[in-house]
């Protein structure tokens, strides 16, 4: 008479199957960190663009209004700077400092109108009380406009 030994078989896991599990969850893992990471910063990316965009066109509207109600301006700064003179007899001073427009009232204040600005140029053109206004955000992206100022520059 031959024993017969029965094999039971077990439902369960071998140490080398969980590590593969481990190794594939891991990987996979990683890729979608990698795929949400890569999102965030192209979000973060085109936030900054359009934040900067709309600071440009904030600077051109300030300074074009202001502009087109003085009683007279001078462009000062080698064409960086504008200080104007309204009816109510304010002067504002219009300026780029570290990559933010300042506008001054009566020599105080120092108050932002609009950061991220890498360039801000002024320019009589040939016609007269024509001014153009030249403003590019550090992205790159630029505007331009013309003005045209009911009065004449200061002399």
Do not use: C
């Not at 965009?53 to 300074?63: E, G």
């Not at 120092?110 to 053109?125: C, F, K, P, Q, R």
């Amino acid at each position: 008479m031959l024993l017969e030994v029965k094999k039971e078989k077990r439902n369960a896991f071998t140490l080398v199957e969980l590590l593969v599990a481990a190794a594939v969850l891991a990987l996979f893992s990683a890729g979608i960190y990698q795929i949400v990471t890569f999102g965030l910063n192209a979000w973060e990316h085109s936030r900054l663009k359009v934040d900067i965009q709309q600071n440009v066109r904030t600077a051109i509207s300030h300074i074009s209004r202001e502009l087109r109600t003085a009683k007279s301006y001078e462009i000062t700064n080698e064409k960086k700077a504008v200080v104007m003179f309204l009816p109510a007899g304010d002067e504002i001073r219009y300026y780029l400092k570290n990559n933010q427009v300042l506008r001054d009232v009566n020599g105080a204040g120092h108050n932002v109108v609009a950061y991220g600005i890498s360039s801000l140029t002024l320019n009589e053109t040939g016609k007269n009380g024509v001014v153009e206004i030249h403003v590019k955000g550090i992205t790159g992206f630029e505007l331009r406009t013309k003005v045209f100022v009911r009065a004449s520059p200061s002399l």
